[in-house]
């Protein structure tokens, strides 16, 4: 069968985002008699796939590789058994783009949320104050990976004066170059429009705090009330977890939105190129240093440490990247044996130089 008759074969799984490229991937699965579909839930070792026969319950034991990165989850194309009982996923495609945290274990294990995604869209309440910190670290993973962010500041109804509400979006904006911002009240239906024109036709993944206005905003964009709401808490703004598990639905106007349960914890994993796009004017002018291992602290000649000096960069946006560089270095030191020797010969050199930089000090005293 060609990818193009696998495609027309199964054309009833397009709202979920097939197409021929995924058919052509899917062509030695279908040779081997097994159906594609979509992963829409995953929970306890099975999972939800829809396929052109409908909505299918399957078993994941055949794909439990001891790589917690590896294991099927919400937005993968699977290879599905036609028939029996139970029936189990096989393999799933490889993905195009796949969203990782690390988990909050000691053993600083990965956790994939979703795959296969268009766009992440990071929500953020309007109801509480602002915590940019807290935004670049939800963007540096949706940019590490690979899809597009969107940040969407939610209950824009709570914030009735336009000039207020202009600013707050500016803020952000500030904080996530190369990033759409929309406000958006769920309550009065407006920005709803602009926010579905963004991500229609795709896979969208929705992130967030509990309280963020997550499932509202999930519910409009999927034109009826499909997941559960409870009000958040008046002293902090947070919310209970109403949603438990990833699910993937499709929006009336194209395209699939998939639903996160409230992360209290966005850990990076192995995301130094997605903290170098939330940073691109920190990284930019990196460039200008006179020493290439910059470590934009004390260094002669540093470009970032001369932008503080003159107002063109915040304080605030290098304390964010240092910390964000360094958890991320850690993490991914952890897991990288050459890594960390290289870290840790570099840390021997600045050692070497700050004794030597203070024996000449002694030395001019003396």
Not at 86 to 99: C, D, E, G, I, N
Request: proline share 5%; charged share 25%; with cysteine.
């Amino acid at each position: 069968m060609t990818s193009i008759s696998l495609f027309t074969a199964h054309s009833a799984l397009t709202p979920y985002g097939w197409d021929e490229d995924w058919a052509d991937a899917f062509a030695p699965h279908a040779a081997d008699g097994l159906l594609p579909g979509r992963v829409v839930r995953v929970d306890r070792g099975q999972c939800d796939v829809a396929t052109s026969d409908g909505v299918l319950r399957a078993d994941t034991a055949f794909v439990t590789p001891h790589d917690p990165l590896r294991v099927v989850c919400t937005g993968d194309w699977a290879a599905v058994e036609p028939d029996g009982n139970p029936r189990y996923v096989r393999t799933y495609l490889p993905r195009r783009t796949a969203f990782v945290r690390s988990t909050s274990s000691k053993r600083s294990e990965g956790q994939i949320l979703a795959a296969n995604v268009d766009h992440a869209i990071v929500a953020v309440s309007l109801a509480v104050e602002l915590d940019l910190a807290r935004v670049e670290r939800f963007l540096a993973l949706a940019w590490e990976s690979g899809a597009q962010p969107v940040v969407v500041l939610t209950k824009a109804d709570l914030v009735p004066d336009p000039v207020t509400l202009a600013h707050l979006v500016q803020d952000v904006e500030t904080s996530a170059p190369g990033v759409p911002v929309l406000s958006v009240s769920a309550a009065l239906g407006e920005g709803l429009d602009v926010l579905s024109a963004v991500v229609a036709g795709g896979t969208a993944v929705l992130l967030g705090q509990s309280g963020a206005g997550k499932s509202t905003l999930a519910n409009a964009l999927l034109g009826e009330d499909v997941m559960d709401v409870q009000s958040t808490r008046d002293v902090d703004g947070k919310g209970r977890h109403t949603t438990t598990t990833r699910n993937l639905l499709v929006m009336p106007g194209g395209g699939v939105l998939i639903d996160t349960p409230g992360l209290r914890g966005a850990g990076l994993w192995d995301a130094g190129s997605g903290v170098g796009q939330v940073f691109a004017e920190i990284e930019e002018l990196a460039g200008d240093c006179r020493f290439h291992d910059c470590a934009h602290e004390s260094e002669p000649g540093c470009a970032v440490l001369a932008a503080i000096d003159s107002g063109e960069l915040p304080e605030r946006r290098l304390e964010s990247y240092r910390k964000l560089m360094r958890e991320n270095q850690r993490i991914v030191a952890k897991t990288d044996a050459r890594l960390r020797a290289e870290i840790r010969k570099e840390w021997k050199r600045r050692g070497a130089i700050g004794k030597a930089a203070m024996e000449a000090k002694r030395g001019r005293l003396g």
